[in-house]
């Protein structure tokens, strides 16, 4: 019989797809909504037993699903590494539907509020199931499953932009999921395994010998670019903009803090597990990765500056923070990677605080979106301002908060690489740029209303919108200390990535 | 003096309340453009809109055929240095699949080994497509169902719908009527010994499903959506899905958490398991047609 | 290399069409035609993974009563693609409502024609 603690992963994920399937049948939303925010507290309880376990025991198990062994049957691995986005991903899930739970019961029906929370549930449980995986198949069936809750997530509020939205992001998703099929196909014609650990060893004997080589590149090459369109990495980030500047304020968080980072972490798992790091630099996808990596940095950044849309701008600084991401993994070092990971961590305390201080500040300023017309929204609701300061501080990399460590550990990573150049000046470059489109935003929440503003927003606030909101300032309050942690007491969690890169294998 | 003060100071604040494009600040130069006139005309801005359109939708499908006929010569390169088709010593065919085919009936209790590995061996897979299928109907679901009573339909379509029910009642038509009357018990006959064979022959859960599901629509088509709703109404829809996919969800579950821990169980689940299978299957296929047909099950 | 073609003649013409389907996506203005081209990609990537298990001479993996054939052969792609197959089913079936959904609300389904109403509301 196992250690107890072993059978944790395989709960979270099946608590998870039990409540989706569950949430579909209850009758009210609220009900629901519990439901939801409970299995997120417990996946949180039980991820943190499995990160004391692993990381206390400096180990990291396969748990077989079945009593067929790895290779004749499934399998999940879990380490410190896995244990710690698990634990990441499903606390800011659950802060997110609560900080968002307000602008959520307004904008989904309350017939189609079940469902919506079966799509919370089941995004839950295939980003769970993404970390802990150990076969590509499994990988691949549910990254489907997220696409579609995905899109549902996007889809939930009701009106005809939104439905344009969700099919870009539909039609590229499964751009993204074909390619990673193929993909997956040609890795099976040629090494026959399904399952990462026996993988690994025949693509490291594919290499020894040279046989198949122009295969295994381009299988190489197909997974990566599909799971990169799916992550919006550039030039594949067109469909994001719309999609989670357009949803709800609880699906944006969700979808720009975790959905991408999802399909980010599989691709990690498969970097360092199937194909190793040096194979990745030794075919160039290192390089292709690091390119559009920094280009997504610049890109992303210029492309938010124009934008007036709070929401919008917010989302095209995701496409830039998932370009340094991105150039984290293509400096191809253990250095590179393990920055990722923390930037990782960062980006999904820091963008879902953006998005719900976004949200509850249009709230209150009588649904207003362009930044001229949120002048002044923070004095309405200083948590939200305050919470909407630090996160913008983060973003652009301020000392003490979270993004500033990131920038400094991808600095780092890049001294001793062939692209240290290139890298520090983008680093530089890009932060320039967020300030400036980041300082204006945090300017004019700040700043005096002129009078006429001031009577629009009064006369057009309803008194329920204007209310004391708790949950909001519970969620805001959690991820802006989430935020400080990471931007003070960084060190025991490079601590535990360091650990989990190296069980990773 | 005083006049170049409050000049850059109303530049700031202008700057900073946005009403002044902030790529005037920047460190490098973007296109030289003038201060902006206030706002084209309607007649212009649709010219524009309407040139970039047609430059985008034109020059477009050349890129793509492009892009398209690049991916294809890779692939290409990519199937040529592939193992060459139908060889016994290919690296697919490795201990993994001689395993599978030696042991699936001892280990798993069924002939076909295809239905073994998919229900056993690598059920965590099956699990999570049928979840998919679950969240496909879920969505469809969120998008299309009428709500009773909800000012989304718009009075004609219901006429329309009123009558096209209203003529099925009259006359119903009789060459499909009798043709159901002989297949649909064919039809349903024909899915259970599926559902039930899916173990010894080629069958199982999803073909089974589908057969019924199509039974059913049959059903619907010939006789009309009361006549089905008599035995099939929607909360039995519902019921029948979630029971059946919690069904699964829960007896895979519990043989995970056995067999991980090495604990030993009694009974085989397989059949249970494609039963469960074949109804959520059957569900989703009919609830599709009700769904994209008429908005309701 | 005519044998090479004739040899990997399913490959080949998985490729081929998943080269067309991709078109297809790419060009086609009508949005029930894209749904179409997708169908078409995933249907090439069946076609691969199904190919992939054929040995020269085996029969059907269904063991049992009838006796152990000597060559049988591989269970596992096909097992692959049966999942493939349905998760293909549901992603159509879930555009195919999306678009139902943007007609009634748009009343068009060509994508140049969506785009301008779409931004003449949003105006």
């Given at each position: ?34 439901l ?12 943190m ?15 077989t ?52 929370f ?6 839950l449980?295939?980003?769970?199931a ?118 709800t ?63 919008r701008?917010?989302?095209?600084s ?69 919470g ?112 989990g ?5 | ?76 390169t ?48 099956t ?28 009075p004609?379509?219901?006429?329309r ?65 009361e ?22 969800a ?14 030993e ?33 | ?11 080949i ?73 349905v ?37």
């Amino acid at each position: 019989m196992r250690p107890f603690a072993e059978n944790f992963p395989f709960f979270c994920i099946f608590l998870a797809l039990t409540a989706g399937i569950v949430s579909a049948v209850l009758p009210s939303g609220r009900a629901a909504w519990r439901l939801t925010l409970g299995v997120c507290a417990a996946s949180f309880l039980l991820s943190m037993g499995v990160l004391a376990y692993t990381y206390g025991g400096q180990l990291s198990f396969t748990y077989t699903m079945g009593r067929f062994p790895a290779p004749y049957g499934n399998a999940l691995q879990a380490g410190p590494w896995q244990a710690l986005m698990a634990v990441v991903f499903s606390g800011v899930m659950g802060l997110s539907l609560l900080g968002g739970a307000r602008d959520l019961f307004r904008d989904v029906k309350p017939s189609r509020q079940p469902l919506y929370f079966t799509m919370a549930d089941m995004t839950l449980a295939s980003l769970l199931a993404l970390t802990y995986t150990t076969d590509v198949f499994t990988g691949y069936v549910f990254i489907e499953i997220s696409t579609i809750a995905a899109c549902a997530l996007v889809m939930a509020k009701d009106s005809g932009p939104n439905l344009i939205a969700t099919l870009r992001y539909l039609f590229m998703s499964l751009l993204g999921s074909g390619m990673f099929l193929l993909g997956l196909v040609f890795l099976n014609s040629i090494t026959g395994h399904l399952l990462m650990t026996p993988l690994s060893g025949a693509v490291a004997a594919l290499c020894a010998s040279g046989g198949y080589h122009t295969t295994l590149v381009i299988a190489m090459g197909l997974m990566t670019v599909g799971l990169g369109v799916k992550s919006a990495m550039f030039p594949f980030h067109m469909w994001l903009p719309d999609a989670h500047g357009g949803a709800t304020t609880a699906s944006s968080a969700i979808l720009s803090g975790l959905v991408l980072k999802g399909y980010i972490a599989l691709m990690i798992v498969l970097m360092v597990r199937v194909f190793s790091l040096e194979l990745t630099m030794e075919v160039g996808i290192s390089n292709i990765l690091l390119l559009f990596g920094l280009l997504g940095m610049v890109m992303g950044s210029l492309s938010a500056m124009r934008e007036h849309h709070v929401k919008r701008m917010l989302a095209y600084s995701s496409v830039a923070q998932i370009g340094y991401i991105f150039m984290g993994l293509g400096l191809g070092t253990t250095a590179g990677l393990k920055a990722s990971c923390f930037h990782i961590l960062v980006h999904a305390c820091c963008k879902p605080l953006l998005f719900l201080c976004a949200g509850r500040l249009s709230t209150v300023s009588a649904h207003h979106h362009s930044l001229r017309n949120l002048r002044g929204s923070g004095y309405r609701d200083v948590v939200a301002g305050v919470g909407f300061t630090v996160g913008a501080l983060s973003m652009i990399g301020i000392p003490l908060f979270g993004g500033f460590v990131s920038k400094l550990y991808f600095a780092t990573a890049s001294l001793y690489t062939g692209q240290m150049a290139a890298v520090l000046v983008v680093i530089a470059l890009s932060t320039l740029l967020n300030a400036l489109y980041y300082v204006p935003a945090v300017l004019s929440i700040w700043g005096i209303a002129p009078d006429e503003l001031k009577e629009d927003v009064r006369l057009h606030t309803a008194p329920e919108d204007r209310a004391f909101d708790g949950r909001f300032t519970l969620a805001a309050a959690a991820l802006v200390l989430g935020v400080l942690a990471l931007g003070t007491l960084y060190h025991p969690v490079m601590d535990v990535l360091d650990a989990g890169l190296n069980l990773l294998k | 003096m005083n006049k170049t003060e409050k000049n850059w100071k109303s530049q700031f604040v202008s700057w900073v309340n946005g009403e002044r494009e902030p790529k005037d600040r920047t460190l490098f130069v973007m296109e030289r453009r003038h201060i902006a006139p206030p706002r084209p005309t309607p007649e212009e801005q649709d010219r524009r809109e309407r040139h970039r359109l047609y430059r985008f939708l034109h020059g477009y499908p050349l890129a793509a055929l492009i892009i398209c006929a690049v991916l294809v010569c890779v692939l290409l390169t990519a199937v040529a240095a592939m193992p060459d088709f139908g060889d016994p010593d290919n690296p697919t065919n490795n201990e993994v699949a001689e395993h599978y085919l030696e042991y699936s009936y001892e280990e798993t209790g069924a002939a076909n080994v295809v239905t073994g590995m998919i229900l056993s061996y690598r059920g965590f897979d099956t699990l999570g497509e049928s979840c998919v299928l679950f969240l496909a109907v879920s969505c469809v679901t969120l998008l299309l169902r009428r709500e009773p009573g909800c000012d989304e339909e718009d009075p004609d379509e219901l006429r329309r719908r009123r009558q096209e029910d209203e003529l099925r009642r009259r006359n119903p038509d009789v060459i499909l009527t009798q043709a159901a009357k002989l297949l649909i018990p064919c039809i349903f006959l024909f899915a259970v010994y599926v559902l039930l064979h899916g173990e010894e022959s080629p069958g199982g859960g999803f073909s089974g499903g589908t057969i019924l599901g199509c039974g059913l629509i049959l059903c619907s088509s010939a006789y009309g959506p009361e006549n089905v709703r008599r035995f099939f109404n929607s909360r039995i829809f519902s019921a029948v899905r979630t029971f059946g996919l919690l069904l699964y969800a829960g007896l895979y579950g519990f043989y995970i958490f056995m067999g991980a821990n090495g604990l030993e169980y009694g009974a085989s689940f397989t059949m249970a398991i494609d039963l469960a299978v074949g109804l959520v299957v059957a569900c989703t296929v009919y609830g599709f047609f009700a769904l994209f047909s008429r908005g309701e099950i | 290399m005519l044998d090479l073609i004739v040899t990997n003649r399913f490959a080949i013409t998985a490729v081929v069409l998943f080269g067309i389907g991709l078109l297809n996506v790419m060009v086609q203005k009508n949005l029930i035609k894209k749904v179409v081209g997708f169908n078409i990609m995933d249907s090439a990537v069946f076609l691969l993974l199904a190919s992939l298990g054929y040995v020269d001479g085996g029969t059907a993996p269904i063991v049992g009563d009838v006796g152990f054939h000597p060559l049988y052969i591989n269970p596992i792609p096909s097992g692959l693609v049966l999942t493939g197959i349905v998760v293909s089913v549901s992603i159509t079936a879930f555009a195919l409502a999306l678009i139902q959904r943007v007609y009634r609300r748009y009343g068009t389904i060509e994508l140049d024609e969506l785009l301008e109403r779409a931004k003449k509301e949003a105006d």
